[in-house]
């Protein structure tokens, strides 16, 4: 029997992914924050780990839209950043 692996969509490209390919973003009471080991409770909402689908989401207001929250201009530098410090490819999910 197979075993279930959940998807998610990307809010950036909109494409379906396992969810462990994916990196959340959550929003709850404290604010909005990076679940690397998505486990922290709140509303999430998921892009794949490359910049091309944090620019699109960013041109779409995807994160906007699936958190529910008016996203600031610095949110979005701190997960490029956070791009940067650990997916050194930026392709390292594959089609």
């Known amino acids: 029997m197979q075993e279930y692996i959940p998807h998610r969509k990307c809010v950036g490209c909109e494409k379906i992914r396992p969810k462990y390919q994916l990196l959340r973003i959550v929003k ?6 990076i679940d690397e080991k998505q486990k922290l409770p709140g509303r999430g909402a998921y892009l794949c780990k490359n910049k091309e689908c944090l620019q699109l989401a960013k041109k779409k ?3 906007e839209r699936s958190l529910k929250v008016a996203i600031p201009k610095e949110f979005y530098d701190g997960v490029e950043r ?7 490819k930026s392709a390292e999910v594959s089609e």
């Open 61 to 63: 207001k995807g994160l």
């Open 82 to 88: 956070f791009f940067d410090e650990n997916f050194k």
């Open 28 to 33: 709850n009471n404290d604010g909005i924050f």
